[in-house]
């Protein structure tokens, strides 16, 4: 390929000027992984600089979901973002987005690119895309993720690539890049393995729209997870035992399904698990390539990914190009739009695990704000997956702060998925399976195998006491335990 | 076609006398269209000889969707369930069920045919289904609805079938049925128009496990919806002009995309004043083929239609039957899996529109319980279309009970819908846009255009002194108008 002679080469900062107050711009980034990282920074310090001259200066900001402190955290502090969407997980933002100060639309990442083809987002600026390679004709290779960008690249008005050489052109091979059309003229998705590529190596762009190109050799500045814990793996241990019952039962095939996994600590805890179980070995169709996955994969239990990023801290990334010749046609890295496909995941039979905040006793679950207002990060593919998935597994520790919260409520402050989605409810406690079951019954069983015990009479009692219906609820004390936590900091008096 | 001489002929009572206590029953019906029956109501009738006698009898059913008056009413006043699943519409059932008398599993109805497939639901003792005709080798010509039935007669032990000679033997020809294999080896669902066919005419049964034949000669009994009213009317015209004011951005297709309208008479009126607009000509993708859509196709209006039930009162359904030369080529009836699939809703790019009980300010939508608790029939196939539509559109009148309660609430006391997948909320009042809105916008927006004047000072106060945050809540006063409305009779006083 021949280097990228044809585009400028801007400085960051010379970058950051192009771009003026109240332009919409497309970042790419997934997780920190493949986040665009000098422009954002230079364009929060240009921010800072105006608004230190008395200057209005804020931008609305798109990703693919959320990003490394580059974007979110630099342009928050700088209080540069008015506008954001889809997802974030950065302390300054969230804090500027609880206070009201920046406006954000909690979104299901599948939506994303659609509702940029769709024209649902109005006019797009700029696209700011991290790749580890440009063409004269406009073909991007981008780097540890696709999440959006493609569509970003498509429809902006103007690109701006920062081109990365901290990562290896070989990512490449991993990359299957295909935009939908709008409807109504689509054929189906033919993806029908999650190995399986439909598209290209490379997301287009016009070269026209090419202002010029960043050059940075950065790596994602990815957190490694924290060592496994006792509550996750006794979290792991219930998920691993439930899916090899299904097994036995031959309510999962022999050769198993794919399994889609959320991030966090949890979340790794029972992939690991499950790699060290006697699960067959298996696929992912999933939306993030974690640390725990890439030694499932040199040790032949994980068979293949697809991911729309590569999420990786950098000893496993390492490893990781140091052996392209080996992962490179086990991993696929697709748009968010595939990834989290709702018609694909159906097809394929996911079976999704996710980490939620509370989850009620009639099986719905709060995947986003504590106490119904406060952001934590927001939905993210977790609805993508639950909606649709073959067997909707929501895992989360019965208790937290010492126990003075309890996950377990009776109405959960706000609902991201609810009863007619959820299956399978994991604490440490155990594993309701509530497929089939009316709401009293489901109610029973979540408390007796999810709660944890020094909150069963409450629940218990709560029921008791509510009004007579399908669901049972008293609406003057749905959230008594909510109320308690915010008063005195504890759901229950000692 | 040869008479299906190899069967049994049974009277409905031998019929119910080979059903036994405790046995899971497959219905066929979806709405009144297709539903069994004579032998539902022998069973009845037998279940209250036992019970009489001091025996118990009851039994576990399953159907496509709510059922006519011979299946849900006849069994639930002879408290003959126990168990109930995925949708009702039946005031005796319902009752039972919001006394706790018979447990309710609401469920998406997508997802029933694969629950079947997967074995989640365990074993299916009776397949008892409607049909025009009988081949000796086990192919079943379904009547008026598709619904599970497929998947009942695949999976059941035994079966029966009600061959109702009210209806033409030529519904075969709108009929398309597929049932789609466990995972993971699955091919995509090759539906790329709404009238694509991908399937047989007949659903396949083992000839073994039919039991016999019971003859019939019966209407479904649909009643014909009200006269459209002022505020259907007002409602209806502001989604039109809405997909005008789409149509003209160019953020809907100039050939236009298929429309789902839910059950019931704001969603016929809806559609009655889509034909009247000038919307261009459309073809639907939904799930039931209701009155008005008769006179929009002999109007040319409607192009065509997918649905899994033709639910018509008779002198609609008179006119179909008379004139299938017509009618047989531009209506397909498929199972419900496929009627309602997630993968090709999000395809085909359905405008999806849907009544709800009740919205709140944050944009979550309650299909389902009133006061959080009663059960009204359930989700249905709401769920299917609202999150995987091009354009989710949720509409109410903005009062119910003359002002005694407002459909616009602070918090919705059951979210079927959350406020990711909803896009626009319609009342007679005005159209709320949601699309790229963060809560507080969306609060403002739908409190101006959809909440009625009586409550709109109550909505804006309720923000104002709740807590701050990216969601504003008060979660001591969340649910006051409910409680209200519980104790006294209205949500506010007067």
């Known amino acids: 390929m021949s280097a990228p002679t044809r585009f400028a080469k801007l400085t960051p ?8 107050h109240g332009a919409t711009l497309g970042f790419s980034g997934f997780t920190p992984a493949g986040a665009a990282k000098a422009t954002p920074l230079a364009l929060a310090a240009r921010a800072k600089r105006l608004h230190a001259e008395g200057k209005p200066f804020k931008v609305r900001v798109l990703t693919g979901a959320s990003t490394g402190a580059s974007i979110d955290d630099a342009l928050a502090e700088a209080d540069a973002i008015s506008w954001r969407a889809p997802y974030q997980s950065s302390k300054a933002l969230r804090n500027r987005i609880n206070r ?35 063409a004269p004709d406009g073909r991007i290779y981008l780097s540890t993720s696709v999440g959006a960008s493609p569509s970003y690249l498509k429809h902006a008005e103007k690109v701006i690539i920062e081109v990365n050489r901290h990562h290896t052109k070989q990512l490449m091979e991993m990359h299957d890049i295909k935009i939908l059309p709008a409807p109504p003229h689509r054929n189906p998705i033919p993806i029908d393995h999650p190995l399986a590529k439909i598209g290209t190596p ?26 496994v814990d006792d509550v996750s793996e006794k979290i792991a241990g219930h998920v691993v035992k439930f899916l090899l019952d299904e097994l036995a039962a031959g309510r999962i095939p022999p050769e198993f399904l794919p399994l889609q996994s959320g991030v966090g600590n949890v979340a790794n805890a029972v992939m690991a698990g499950l790699g060290k179980s006697d699960v067959p070995s298996f696929y992912m169709y999933s939306e993030v390539f974690q640390d725990a996955l890439v030694d499932l994969m040199e040790q032949g239990r994980l068979l293949g990914a ?42 394929l039979g ?20 504590v106490a119904g207002t406060q952001l934590m990060n927001g939905v993210g593919g977790s609805g993508d997956f639950v909606r649709n998935s073959y067997l909707s597994i929501l895992v989360a520790p019965s208790i937290a702060k010492a126990g003075r919260i309890s996950t377990v409520v009776p109405m959960v402050s706000h609902v991201d998925h609810n009863e007619h989605s959820v299956q399978i409810l994991v604490t440490e406690q155990g594993l309701a399976d509530l497929r089939g ?21 409450y629940l218990h009692d ?13 609406l003057a004390r749905c959230y008594e335990l909510h109320q308690n936590l915010l008063k005195t900091g504890q759901m229950l008096p000692k």
Not at 13 to 20: C, F, K, P, Q, T
Not at 104 to 115: E, I, N, W
Not at 307 to 327: C, G, H, W
């Open 13 to 20: 900062e010379e970058a950051a000027e192009l771009i003026g």
């Open 100 to 134: 009201q100060e920046t406006e954000f639309v909690d979104m299901h990442l599948s939506h994303v690119p659609q509702m940029v083809e769709f024209g649902f987002f109005g006019k797009i600026d700029f696209a700011i895309v991290e790749a580890v390679d440009v």
């Open 437 to 457: 079951l009316g709401p009293i019954e489901r109610a029973k069983r979540i408390i007796e195998k999810c709660a944890h015990p020094s909150y069963r009479p």
């Open 202 to 227: 490379f997301a287009a762009c016009d070269p026209e729209k090419i202002l010029g190109i960043v050059e940075t050799d950065e790596s994602d500045g990815v957190a490694p997870f924290d060592p």
């Open 306 to 347: 697809s991911a729309t990023s590569l999420t990786l801290s950098e000893p496993q990334l390492k490893r990781v190009y140091d052996n392209m010749r080996f992962f490179a046609p086990r991993i696929v890295l697709r748009p968010q739009e595939l990834s989290n496909n709702p018609g694909v995941i159906r097809r």
């Open 462 to 474: 709560y029921i008791q006491s509510a009004t007579l219906g399908h669901v049972r609820h008293d």
């Open 350 to 369: 996911v079976i999704a695990i996710n980490t939620v905040l509370e989850m009620d006793i009639f099986g719905n679950a709060n995947s986003t704000h």
